[in-house]
């Protein structure tokens, strides 16, 4: 069943979280460098800092607001993030699990580094019972801290997902209820060799996307004149013309078009994020190109931050493959190596030749692993069971704390006035 808040009305518009990404109208004029950027321009949340908000001005640049100088461009948003922001302030007492994560955990960080917290939460049995489904994810306002409910983890752990495993496995994990040490004593029981696709074979995959891609970036500044043309080819006629300029050993007519038309929606997608282009879409592009004026930086994927963690992931999967214990944390040769390639120093070419250099150790890894061959799922059932009936039982019998007596009430549901739909009522 799908539930929606019922109304935006109740909702301030100036009050409303604006996680990153939200798109948001001006209130007030602002300058920018010598251009003036008037109220009403559309532009999107790039950072958020207390009161203040960086936002991405579609054409124009990023410009530093304060929270009451901006609104939510659509009520649709605004409804997500209220719902977002509410389920944070209920559920963030309920986590049993957080660890600092990203470059600070693997030694990578350097003194602008961003500080990553991920964790996990149970929910207070009440929010198990209704109609309602209950928010899986809980996400900060600027995004920098995310926890799953225990049940969507263990799940995300039985199918090796790096995320998971980083959390679990990092040295910054800590428990703060006894249920985050019982997950923590049955951890291994996520392990297999499941790891040599999911963190190994999954990075080289990524890679060689990447490689292309930054082939195919090469080009952009011909799809911008291809676009000049009159009249525009169609986005499927660039793609011809890219697969043609950009031939890939191997891979046949059909399949190299579709990888260059791949190519182009990302393209328009990162002038889109960059704010140079005023929607995420093929026209737009086609406005900018006839402009004349674009200047951009690479697409995201193609940054040297994605590229360095690919191979740590490479390696990381080696480690721990043959010797069965986690090493999240890089040291000696292999630090320098990724800082060097995350500091762009080290060309997506020879990053590539360095993360296949590693196959052949991470396919001899796997074949003499001491990892079992699948993780255990009968401990990992028992564990839930174990939560489960933890949870009931502190909910029965009120005991102090977030699932029992100081348990958040959720969120209340009323037919929605406009149809047959059940609605959560808007906070």
């Known amino acids: 069943m799908d539930l929606r808040l019922k109304d935006l009305t109740p909702i301030d518009p100036l009050s409303v979280p604006l996680p990153h990404g939200t798109e948001v109208v001006t209130r007030v004029d602002k300058v920018l460098g010598e251009r003036r950027l ?76 961003d500080t990553d917290l991920r964790g996990a939460y149970l929910l207070p049995l009440p929010w198990t019972t209704g109609l309602g489904d209950p928010p899986l994810d809980l996400v900060s306002v600027d995004g920098s801290a995310t ?21 679990l496995f990092v040295g910054s994990v800590r ?42 970036a090469e080009h952009r500044a011909v799809v911008l004149e291809w676009l000049r043309e009159d009249p525009t080819p169609s986005l499927d006629e660039v793609a011809r013309r890219l697969a043609a300029a950009a031939p890939r050993d191997g891979v046949g007519p059909a399949d190299a078009e579709l990888t260059a038309k791949g190519y182009v929606k990302q393209l328009y997608r990162s002038l889109h994020d960059q704010g140079l282009c005023a929607h995420a879409d093929f026209a737009s592009m086609v406005e900018l190109a006839r402009r004349g004026d ?17 191979v740590r992931l490479v390696a990381t999967a080696v480690h721990w493959l043959r010797t069965g214990t986690a090493e999240l944390e890089v040291k000696g040769a292999l630090r320098e190596q990724l800082l060097a390639i995350k500091r762009g120093e080290v060309s997506l070419d020879e990053t590539m030749r360095a993360a296949e250099a590693l196959t052949p150790e991470l396919d001899e890894a796997r074949r003499a692993s001491p990892l079992p061959a699948r993780p255990d799922v009968a401990r990992a059932d028992a564990l839930m069971r174990r939560i489960g009936a933890e949870v009931a039982r502190r909910w029965v019998e009120q005991a102090p704390g977030p699932w029992g007596r100081d348990a958040p009430a959720p969120p209340p549901i009323a037919w929605d006035e406009g149809g047959d739909e059940l609605a959560e009522v808007t906070p």
């Open 175 to 216: 428990a703060v209820d006894p249920v985050g040490e019982w997950i923590l004593e049955a951890r291994d029981c996520f392990v297999s060799t499941e790891i040599y696709g999911s963190f190994g074979r999954y990075a080289l995959s990524q890679l060689k996307r990447l490689l292309q891609s930054m082939r195919l």
């Open 38 to 113: 008037p109220q009403g321009s559309i532009g999107r949340v790039v950072a958020v800092d207390g009161d203040r908000v960086d936002v991405l001005v579609v054409g124009q640049g990023t410009a530093r607001y304060q929270r009451a100088e901006l609104t939510p461009r659509r009520a649709g948003q605004a409804r997500w993030a209220m719902r977002r922001h509410a389920a944070w302030q209920a559920l963030r007492p309920c986590a049993v699990l957080e660890a600092t994560v990203g470059s600070r955990a693997w030694g990578l960080a350097h003194a602008g580094s």
């Open 147 to 167: 926890y799953w409910e225990v049940g969507k983890m263990v799940r995300q752990a039985l199918r090796a997902d790096p995320n998971t495993l980083e959390l």
């Open 294 to 310: 674009a200047a951009f930086d690479l697409p995201r994927e193609l940054r040297p931050k994605n590229a360095y963690n690919l």
